[in-house]
């Protein structure tokens, strides 16, 4: 089996870092090979997703992804921004399944800046259409208008659009992942207005008669904004289209008090996956040891648990995080009062040692139920 590392940009290399180590203790039968993706990728061969590093991509059993993009190359055209390397990866590679799990870990109850109460034990799964909507819609580009508020004035447009197909396959994969949960669906979408959206609740309504034992409703993207913050554990699998799935995964990630825990798998119709932490590359503490190296690893474990058939090496490293967490070690996102922060490679240290049954010196034991289900 063959693993492809792209540790990208900004803190992309130093998260991977740490990643790499843990899968390393684990002994398991793969190979890794790395290559340069985002900006980085841009810098040495002026494509931020050059053929070389597609193809390792493809050719891999899974693709493990660190972050890409900086500041700096915000004014490149856009084919050459680092963002164009994620697109590309979901778009060549078919991954139409974006799996984002909201986590509040018990030991971060209290990073979350809503009311312990509200988040306590949460666990939902977001599941974000990938590869469709306006994200990919064509046509899209600038023009001058020949009708709307202004003709002759220059303007831009994107389109939404999705075909039956996309949105059935997306279903199917909500169902199924809730049937391994709560069996509780909630699509999201925008149906008093968008005629996309109203088709794809449609759809989602005619795919659900194929399985009776899940419920299902429909919500629209405004008030599931607004139902997260307010009730977030009301909710179990969410499902909606690229652009909502976008906007609300990063809001509920940030429920569970940091972003730099969660992981997230995009899946392609054979479980052939690209697994990324949620968070984004963090230019401005890049090269500081002061990332928080968890959502790449337990990445990782999702890596092992989805497309490399290996669940109980998942849930070993799912277990020496909480250990690692249990024992006060907090990197600066998660830090309070009372516990002790270290950077992201006494981090990953720490982890490393967990697995080994160490954590601070200390012998602990480690629990073997896996925490990301789905
Ligand atoms: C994400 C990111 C990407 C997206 C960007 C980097 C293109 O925000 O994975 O959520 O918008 O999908
Ligand atoms: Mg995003």
Redesign the pocket.
């Known amino acids: 089996m063959k693993i492809a590392i792209l540790p990208g940009d900004g803190i992309g290399t130093e998260i991977m870092a740490e990643a790499v180590k843990v899968l390393a203790v684990l002994d398991l039968p793969f190979e890794t090979e790395t290559a340069l993706v985002g900006g980085a990728a841009y810098e040495a061969h002026g494509h931020p997703l050059p053929e070389s590093t597609l193809a390792l991509a493809k050719a891999a059993d899974a693709v493990l992804f660190g972050a ?2 900086d500041w700096k190359y915000d004014k490149l055209e856009r084919q050459f921004r680092p ?1 164009q390397a ?2 590309g990866l979901r778009k060549h590679l078919g991954l139409f399944a974006n799996f984002r799990p909201a986590i509040c870990y018990e030991q971060l109850t209290h990073a979350s800046s809503l009311k312990p109460e509200l988040v306590a034990g949460l666990d939902i799964l977001i599941i974000r259409e990938l590869t469709g909507d306006i ?1 990919f819609g064509q046509p899209r580009g600038r023009r001058v208008a020949v009708d709307g508020h202004f003709p002759g004035a220059e303007e831009a447009f994107d389109t939404m659009r999705y075909s039956k197909p996309e949105i059935e396959r997306i279903a199917h994969v909500a169902f199924q992942a809730a049937r391994r949960r709560s069996k509780k669906v909630t699509s999201v979408d925008k149906a008093n207005v968008l005629e996309t959206f109203q088709f794809w609740k449609d759809v989602v309504t005619e795919v659900h008669a194929q399985y009776p034992d899940v419920a299902l409703d429909h919500m629209y993207v405004d008030n599931a904004a607004m139902q997260l913050v307010k009730a977030p554990k009301a909710f179990d699998v969410v499902v909606t289209g ?1 652009m909502f799935g ?1 906007i609300l ?2 809001e509920a990630a940030m429920l569970t008090g940091s972003i730099g825990m969660l992981p997230s798998a995009s899946l392609d119709k054979h479980n052939k996956g690209l697994y990324e932490p ?1 968070h ?1 590359s963090a230019p401005d503490i890049a090269g500081k040891d002061l990332a928080n190296p968890l959502a790449t690893i337990l990445s990782a474990a999702m890596m092992l648990r989805y497309s490399l058939n290996q669940p109980d090496a998942a849930d070993r490293i799912e277990s020496a995080v909480k250990a690692v967490l249990s024992a006060g070690l907090r990197t600066g996102d998660i830090w309070s009062e009372g516990t002790q922060r270290v950077g992201t490679r006494e981090m990953g240290d720490a982890v490393v040692a967990a697995l080994h049954g160490q954590v601070a010196g200390k012998t602990i034991t480690t629990r073997t139920a896996g925490i990301i289900k789905g």
Do not use: K, R, T
């Open positions: 890409v993009g963002e994620i697109l994200y690229n976008d995964s990063d949620s984004g």
